[in-house]
């Protein structure tokens, strides 16, 4: 009869060579980085290869990519589970949409020209030829309106893609090599930061002249130190993780341990930022246009449309020249800083 020691697995015993080391020589290097590799792949981390694959070798392909798609898929359906709960997020989802579309199909929207000037009807209020109103050029407040959400969502946009791009490089950077990087991104964010945001992005556009070009320069130039920060807690936070180790004991290039492991685990953040960002660049516009640095007449402008419109209200007319672009940035500022508590609190992200 068999007895216990017998029937017991060899390759449980003290000594015999694991799976992740055919030849037993690994020594306690390999160990080390098996047991981390196991560890992590219990947890099911995206990106680490399966326990036994060779790094690029054929069979760590697949396995690594079914574990890249699978936590990330229950991840933004568990994201957007909760967000659908939040009306409040998904009242600022709708809200900008109806400024997206709208922004898109402009043409079809905008029921006069935006630069079309007819003085005949100059500052006729709300009728039903024209809903919000005619300015003192006798232009259409409704499609210039319409005309100008596209200035402020292609600077938005423009604007924070120009701060991701810089935030995210110099914050991924400093976060992980640290030493004499990390201290020279810092001291950059610190000075770019002792600026206010608005008084920066104003010097920005006086020095480089006002146009929609410099106008998202300015915006984004002035946006990117947030993000830098927080990528930077971000990366300083996961490269001390399991998974990041044993990407480093395999062997893996900085480049892709940034973009493939500790990057990807980082959107969060980045989104919320970005969404919240948005608000902000939109007000800036709005700002540098009223004071006459943004875009120049005759391009329909929100805060352009403002100023036009005040000079009027104080002398007693024409108060809808002013109070519907108002709405119009009240009602964009407010759906995107709505959305943004929302993804935020859907990806349960601390800021």
Same mark, same amino acid.
């Given at each position: 009869m068999e007895t216990p020691e017998a029937s017991r697995d060899p390759r449980s015993a003290p000594g015999a060579p694991s799976s992740l080391d055919p030849g037993g020589s690994a020594g306690p290097a390999g160990a080390v980085a098996a047991t981390e590799l196991r560890g992590a792949a219990r947890r099911r981390v995206p990106g680490v290869p399966p326990l036994g694959a060779e790094p690029g070798g054929r069979g760590a392909a697949a396995p690594d990519l079914a574990a890249d798609e699978r936590p990330s898929a229950s991840l933004g359906h568990h994201?957007?589970?909760?967000?659908?709960?939040? @009306?409040?997020?998904?009242?600022? +989802?709708?809200?900008?949409?109806?400024? #997206?579309? $709208?922004?898109?199909?402009?043409? /079809?929207?905008?029921?006069?020209?935006?630069?079309?000037?007819? /003085? =005949?009807?100059?500052?006729?209020?709300?009728?039903?030829?024209?809903?919000?109103? #005619?300015?003192?050029?006798?232009?259409? !407040? +409704? =499609?210039r309106l319409v005309y100008g959400a596209r200035i402020s969502l292609f600077i938005g946009l423009l604007s924070q893609v120009l701060a991701v791009s810089i935030g995210v490089t110099l914050g991924s950077l400093a976060g992980y090599f640290r030493g004499w990087v990390d201290s020279a991104v810092l001291w950059l964010t610190n000075v770019v930061?002792?600026?206010?945001?608005?008084l920066f992005a104003i010097a920005?556009?006086?020095? /480089?002249?006002?146009? !929609?070009?410099?106008?998202?320069?300015?915006?984004?130039?002035? =946006?990117?130190?947030? %993000?830098? @920060?927080?990528?930077?807690?971000?990366? %300083? =936070? +996961?490269?001390?993780?399991?998974?990041v180790e044993a990407a480093r004991a395999l062997g893996f290039s900085s480049p892709r341990i940034i973009f493939r492991h500790i990057l990807p685990n980082s959107v969060g953040p980045? %989104?919320? /930022?970005?969404? +919240? &960002?948005?608000?902000?660049?939109? !007000?800036?516009?709005?700002?540098l246009s009223f004071l006459g640095l943004g875009v120049q007449p005759?391009?329909?402008?929100?805060?352009?449309?403002?100023?036009?419109?005040? &000079?009027? %209200?104080?002398?007693?007319?024409?108060?809808? $020249?002013?109070?519907?672009?108002?709405?119009?940035?009240?009602?964009?500022?407010?759906?995107?800083?709505l959305l943004g508590d929302g993804l935020r609190d859907a990806l349960d992200i601390k800021l």
């Open positions: 994201a957007w589970r909760r967000l659908s709960r939040n @009306r409040l997020a998904l009242m600022g +989802l709708g809200v900008i949409c109806v400024f #997206t579309l $709208m922004a898109i199909f402009a043409p /079809l929207v905008a029921p006069h020209d935006p630069i079309s000037q007819e /003085l =005949s009807n100059a500052i006729q209020g709300p009728s039903f030829e024209y809903p919000m109103g #005619t300015d003192n050029f006798g232009r259409d !407040i +409704l =499609s930061w002792s600026f206010p945001f608005l920005l556009v006086a020095a /480089l002249g006002p146009s !929609i070009r410099n106008v998202f320069i300015a915006v984004g130039l002035a =946006s990117w130190v947030g %993000i830098a @920060r927080i990528v930077r807690g971000q990366f %300083i =936070s +996961l490269t001390e993780k399991e998974y980045i %989104i919320v /930022l970005v969404t +919240l &960002g948005f608000a902000n660049a939109i !007000i800036v516009e709005a700002g005759p391009t329909p402008s929100w805060g352009q449309m403002i100023y036009t419109g005040y &000079g009027f %209200i104080v002398a007693g007319q024409g108060w809808w $020249m002013a109070v519907f672009p108002g709405f119009a940035i009240l009602f964009a500022v407010l759906a995107f800083n």
